[in-house]
């Protein structure tokens, strides 16, 4: 367009438009390429189908929102990178076509055209490859690299995602969470001007399972559990009593301003928690100068003031109790705790609560694959005053593990590795690894190590995680340029797609 630039006549400016004070009177227009009417307008918001967006993402992309979207993803980078180099990082790549190692999730496999019946896999993380480099010296490493899982997706997960990666030798659990907190107020304060405190609070699993029924606890907002079988035990309720005697619980939350709930609505909370699992809820209701409670004439009005008292329960406070084996009563209290702050907009939308989680189990017994299996992944170092347990207690041994979590969401996690062939080679026997499988998965890792590795550790972030968060947004989708569906198919270029028969050939796959 060639033409002049003038201010809009009175009466016709546009403040909704950022060129809505000025118009352009044209002498000479050319026309460079033809369009067609959009599928949907290019506007902040959209009335259509996230399918819908995603055929047409080229056109998507063009919305006000998901410019910015990209545009915040762009500056994370550049904050990211500029942090760790000024902390003296190194920057390096690692491969994306690498040995078949699963971590967990199936690894997406290539094959080779050169070597028939052999196949890479693409990284599920660059765990080993981070290690290794350790050991050849690098003791400052970071990367923003792509990682691939083949699992089944949901909100939060892509089969192809971005990690900010990074290991540091030579350290300890606090030196890595102070790098990684640093990270993290650079972040907040460049990209929303927030000012995050540090250091970030600290519970152990332990103390995250009783006190929020989780390992990704919400800080956002109270409502801790609190278990109170002593308080509750022992007055001549027989449903306690027997419970107690074989080793379940009684713990409960307490709700505010929700004792005068109607009710429909205590209804609505007992089909919540019983979706959870829970067979029922007592109910006791904190009033004015007074309580009430269908146990009251089982335990006493004096026991429920001590209950009342114990959950911090205020004035028209509900408390919710449930009774049951202490890995079922937890989790129901933790899932119904979030979900009744949701519904009853307990939890203060504006407010980031950090928070990390440490000293997670070693292992976990997998009753459906009859043996143990690493609760983080197999380099995960024990704490060393458990390595003495490993075969004689190996389901109490504490990791060196942490996680970092965000407003309920785990946005990385990362612990101090294994770095010896000897303590290796033992936790590899736990997890049902012979030391022929050892060998032929993970014989380079062990022979590095044979040549001397530093104690080293290290943690990921989910680069587009903290990406959702940080443009408040409820799906990843909305902050990677050309997401998957839950589905993994790219509906845009329609991936994945057949091949030829020549192409498969030349492969030697032969589809049946």
């Not at 519970?203 to 308080?231: C, H, N, V, W």
């Not at 335990?299 to 408390?319: C, K, T, W």
Request: proline content about 6%; hydrophobic content about 40%; aromatic content about 8%.
């Amino acid at each position: 367009v060639t033409g002049e630039v003038r201010r809009r006549p009175e009466g016709t400016v546009n403040p909704k438009l950022p060129t809505g004070e000025i118009e352009v009177v044209a002498s000479e227009v050319e026309i460079l390429s033809k369009a067609e009417t959009p599928p949907f307008p290019v506007e902040e918001q959209v009335d259509v189908s996230e399918e819908i967006r995603l055929r047409y993402r080229y056109i998507d992309l063009r919305r006000p929102l998901m410019q910015r979207n990209l545009l915040t993803r762009h500056r994370m980078y550049q904050i990211t990178r500029r942090y760790f180099d000024e902390l003296g990082f190194v920057e390096i790549e690692t491969p994306v076509l690498m040995k078949s190692t699963p971590e967990g999730a199936r690894d997406y496999l290539v094959p080779s055209r050169i070597h028939p019946g052999k196949f890479y896999a693409l990284p599920q993380s660059p765990q080993t490859y981070k290690q290794i480099l350790m050991v050849a010296g690098f003791d400052r490493y970071f990367q923003i690299v792509k990682c691939f899982r083949d699992e089944d997706l949901r909100a939060d997960r892509q089969p192809e995602f971005t990690q900010i990666d990074m290991e540091m030798s030579f350290i300890d659990e606090s030196d890595v969470m102070n790098v990684v907190e640093g990270l993290m107020v650079c972040l907040f304060k460049e990209i929303k001007g927030i000012d995050i405190a540090t250091p970030f609070p600290r519970l152990t699993y332990t103390e995250a399972i009783q006190r929020y029924g989780t390992d990704k606890p919400d800080l956002r907002f109270g409502m801790t559990i609190q278990e109170l079988s002593s308080i509750v035990g022992g007055r001549g309720f027989k449903l306690f009593d027997e419970l107690i005697s074989n080793g379940g619980i009684v713990a409960g939350i307490s709700i505010p301003r929700a004792a005068r709930f109607s009710r429909k609505q205590l209804e609505g909370i007992t089909e919540t928690a019983q979706k959870f699992g829970a067979s029922g809820l007592i109910f006791v209701k904190v009033l004015d100068g007074s309580i009430e409670s269908p146990i009251e004439k089982y335990v006493g009005s004096e026991v429920l003031m001590n209950v009342a008292r114990a959950v911090n329960a205020e004035s028209d406070s509900l408390i919710v109790l449930t009774a049951d084996a202490p890995q079922r009563a937890y989790p129901i209290l933790g899932n119904l705790r979030v979900e009744v702050a949701r519904q009853f907009d307990l939890v203060p939308e504006d407010r980031y609560a950090f928070a990390w989680v440490t000293e997670f189990p070693l292992l976990e017994y997998s009753e459906e694959e009859g043996r143990y299996v690493s609760m983080h992944h197999p380099f995960t170092a024990p704490k060393p005053e458990d390595t003495d347990k490993l075969e004689s207690d190996p389901l109490h041994v504490k990791a060196r593990a942490y996680d970092l979590i965000l407003n309920g969401n785990e946005i990385a996690g990362g612990s101090i590795r294994i770095h010896t062939p000897e303590l290796q080679t033992r936790v590899f026997r736990l997890l049902g690894i012979t030391d022929e499988e050892a060998r032929k998965k993970f014989g380079f890792l062990l022979d590095a190590f044979r040549y001397g590795a530093p104690p080293h550790g290290g943690i990921a972030f989910g680069f587009d995680r903290i990406a959702m968060i940080l443009t408040g947004q409820k799906s990843i989708r909305d902050v990677i340029a050309f997401p998957k569906t839950s589905s993994a198919v790219s509906l845009m270029d329609d991936s994945p797609s057949e091949v030829t028969p020549e192409q498969l050939a030349e492969l030697h796959i032969k589809l049946e």
